[in-house]
């Protein structure tokens, strides 16, 4: 398939070809339970006369083995301080998307056994859209696109835990995130306004950091057309990101010119430090226009479009701790202390930079039904039309005003999925599910010197990765009714996958590499046995192998800056056997889920951040590790009026996750998985006083967690360091007519500060006041 990377029209003309003329299968909607319409349907009380689109396909389609746990509009409403889509997960069992601040582009989704690392070992998928960035395995420019999405336009979110479903590929490890949005039945319109301020105090950094977001939408139905448009405007300014610190030197020395601010701290394995100042500092702009229209060819027939347009400018600073004579110290030698430290111009030029980003999200669906026959076919495609960073190599303050740097570039970096699913009811009690699937993923990453790193043209090349990786795939899937109450699904999921176009270019050090061609193929077998005693109780026994084959960036991209990351082109696939024991109850008021799991995964592709090549250097890397496991319990609830007027959700998961076998480093074994704490708690109790008002408190914990597979890194309270938090939010909603509300809130409200790595947000109180037609 042939895909202009260049152009919105030419791009979404070929998409609607590709489309038509493939087998695809990318699984768009999650399996509804009798209990879970039941709560749909209350989310309808808030937006009544509404299309979710495609969900008439799902059921005989899918074939889902396990009812996905569900968050609908309304809950999220009365419930969460939602900004940004991502925020809409933040009390589900055991997720956590690590969100840096308003408007982060990198925030990866962590799951009950993998960490913010491993963003491949999930999907996030909105109306069959994949919003996962598949180009890599880390918690950078691998998170999920969540931007091409509003809180606002989401009718629900469904969640499905492990990878027990054949209808999805290997990345379902860890879990698998459905966001069905809405199409609208009459006109409706909506315009949301809001302002968020984080009071921020970390090491010598004091700031009022605030946030504006505006956004509205409109929509009707044409008689069999029905069309949605969307667009949000974000502005926001974060803390640091980074900070630049320096190891005490052992010896004393008067070498260099005295100088003031540093402020003293150990680093993560407990050696003492001293943090010079602080960058990464972001302040974004960010448009996001969409597009969505479905058309009723005939009464069994839909087409579904769906287009979006994210534009990011980012712009990046930097501030130092450090004076000497009198004036900010940016680089060169100084004495601390009564010790000697040099700062390089790179230490905070580093973190300074300008980004411009353009990316094309599109997907065309096609389904219908014909008798006991259901189909669906959709085709999707992400492209980074332009990605442009500046950075400077020369210390500020000259660097503020041009200077030497690179240029870094993504463009035509991107990925191409294309499905086709079927399903079909036949004789004896049997739903069969069938399906074929393809994609695509390229990453293309080239860094130019320039003169001028603010406005300057690209002069020679510097670095260069480029590669791709391309998998197909073929699954069945058969729901056997054996008894009313008793339902046996067995499947299984082929897979082909290949490697190639690798290249690797490096000026300093002198590196030319084209990268040999990988295949790879693997057969993953499912199989679910659900047994329902009396109505609305299940017990599942749920077992399910997956394949996660390496992603392109894990293979070929390198990245020096902010931190820097170093690819394998020899990785293996890596292969999880997972089982899960459930117990659900569901009913009108809600769902109680209590299951055991179990995962076991060989060559697991484990990412981590730390010395490079026996050096100081840190950076993050890829590698095989022979075995790990992770096992726990798992215990939610989401219960309406436990009392008159009162709402309770929540959960807590125990996960036993670490290394046991790793020849490579025996020093890891039986240590504790990076990023994949102990225990994880939510809980949220939300209040209606009267109709119009809704008051949440509600709260996240997490236990100590570690950064490296030996857990050699005992300091969590530090930059780069990981530990556990307890975090709590308020939010108060008012519908002040039925056209207007009104909703303030507090995020952090115990103003808990945090690192995971990075420093995290501190308390920030959000206002938000919208309007509906």
């Known amino acids: 398939m042939s895909v202009s990377p260049r152009a919105l029209a030419g791009a979404g003309a070929r998409l609607f ?9 990318t699984p768009a909607f999650a399996a509804t339970t009798d209990a879970t319409a039941a709560d749909a349907s209350a989310a309808g009380d808030q937006a009544q006369d509404i299309l979710v689109t495609g969900a008439q396909k799902t059921a005989t389609i899918q074939n889902m083995p396990a009812a996905p746990l569900m968050i609908d509009a309304a809950r999220i409403r009365t419930t ?11 009390y589900l069992p055991s997720l956590f998307v690590r969100k840096r601040h308003i408007g982060d582009t990198q925030s990866p989704l962590a799951t009950r056994t993998s960490g913010v690392g491993a963003s491949a070992r999930s999907l996030v998928y909105a109306d069959g859209a994949l919003l996962s960035a598949l180009i890599g395995n880390n ?29 999805y590929p290997g990345n379902s490890i860890g879990a698998v995130v459905n966001i069905t949005t809405r199409l609208p039945d009459h006109l409706e319109g909506t315009v949301t306004a809001g302002m968020s301020v984080q009071k921020y105090s970390q090491y010598a950094t004091r700031d009022t950091l605030p946030a504006r977001q505006i956004g509205g939408t409109i929509g009707d139905r044409f008689g069999p057309l029905s069309l949605f448009a969307s667009v949000d405007h974000v502005e926001s300014d974060s803390q640091p990101l980074l900070y630049v610190t320096a190891a005490v030197p052992a010896a004393t020395s008067t070498a260099g010119t005295p100088a003031t601010g540093a402020v003293a701290d150990v680093n993560r394995t407990g050696a003492a430090i001293r943090v010079l100042g602080a960058s990464g500092i972001e302040r ?31 712009r990046s600073s930097a501030e130092t701790y450090l004076s000497a004579a009198g004036a900010p110290a940016w680089s060169g030698s100084y004495t601390i202390d009564g010790r000697a430290y040099t700062l390089a111009a790179t230490a905070f030029a580093s973190g300074i930079y300008t980004r411009e980003q353009r990316h094309f999200s599109h997907s065309l669906t096609a389904s219908g039904s014909e008798g006991p026959f259901d189909w669906q076919i959709v085709g999707t495609l992400f492209d980074y039309d332009r990605d442009v960073q500046r950075t400077p190599t020369t210390a500020p303050p000259s660097a503020l005003s041009g200077g030497a740097g690179t240029i870094l570039r993504l463009d035509g970096t991107g990925w191409r999925t ?10 004896g009690g049997h739903r ?17 010197l320039t003169g001028d790193w603010r406005a300057g043209s690209e002069g020679a090349l510097d670095l260069q990765s480029l590669g791709k990786t391309r998998t197909t795939g073929l699954w069945l899937q058969d729901a056997w009714d054996i008894r009313p109450e008793l339902t046996l699904t067995i499947g299984g999921r082929y897979e082909w996958w290949r490697a190639y176009d690798g290249v690797n270019f490096s000026r300093s050090p002198a590196i030319s590499t084209i990268q040999p061609t990988r295949t790879a193929s693997r057969f993953s077998p499912k199989a679910t046995l659900a047994w329902t005693p009396i109505p609305g109780w299940t017990a599942r026994a749920s077992f399910g192998q997956a394949s996660r084959f390496p992603t392109v960036g894990e293979l070929y991209q390198i990245v020096t800056t902010p931190v820097p990351a170093t690819p394998n082109p020899n990785l293996k696939p890596e292969r999880a056997q997972s089982e899960e024991l459930a117990l659900e109850k569901h009913d009108e008021r809600g769902t109680i889920r209590l299951a ?6 060989k060559d697991a592709l484990v990412s981590q951040t730390g010395p490079l090549n026996g050096t100081t250097v840190l950076a993050t890397f890829v590698q095989n590790i022979d075995r790990t496991r992770a096992r726990g319990v798992e215990a939610s609830f989401d219960r309406r009026d436990v009392l008159p007027g009162f709402d309770l959700l929540g959960s807590a998961t125990f996960t036993d996750a670490k290394t046991r076998a790793n ?30 008002v809704a008051l949440t408190l509600a709260g996240r914990y997490s236990s100590r967690l570690w950064g490296t597979i030996d857990n050699s890194d005992p300091i969590g309270h530090t930059y780069m360091g990981f530990e556990g938090y307890f975090v709590m939010d308020a939010r108060a909603l008012f519908d002040v007519t039925p056209r207007w509300s009104l909703s303030v809130g507090v995020d952090n409200l115990n103003n808990r500060k945090y690192y995971l790595f990075h420093p995290f947000p501190q308390r920030t109180f959000t206002m938000q006041v919208g309007y509906k037609l």
Do not use: C
């Not at 070809?17 to 299968?25: D, I, S, T």
């Not at 691998?142 to 027990?164: H, M, N, T």
């Not at 069969?432 to 130019?448: K, M, P, T, V, W």
């Open 663 to 692: 020849a490579a480093l025996p020093a890891s074994v039986g240590k504790r998985l990076p990023q994949v704490p102990k225990w994880k708690l939510t809980a949220a109790a939300t209040w209606h006083p009267a109709p119009p």
């Open 17 to 25: 070809g590709a489309a038509m003329l493939a087998a695809v299968a």
């Open 432 to 448: 069969l599910g069938f399906g074929a699937h393809y994609d695509r993923f390229e990453i293309r990453s080239s860094r130019y």
């Open 596 to 601: 055991l799991f179990n995962e076991v995964i």
């Open 139 to 167: 918690n950078t420019n691998a998170s999920p696109r969540w931007s091409l999405v509003s809180p606002q336009e989401i009718a629900k979110i469904d969640v499905i835990y492990g990878p027990f479903s054949a209808a």
């Open 284 to 314: 974004q702009h960010q448009d996001r226009y969409k597009l969505k229209a479905a058309l009723d060819v005939t009464p069994a027939i839909r087409l579904t479009y769906v287009g979006g347009l994210l534009l990011d400018e980012t």
């Open 80 to 90: 969460v301080n939602a900004v940004n889509v991502e925020d809409t997960l933040k």
């Open 418 to 427: 294309l499905d086709a699913n079927g399903g079909l009811f036949l004789g």
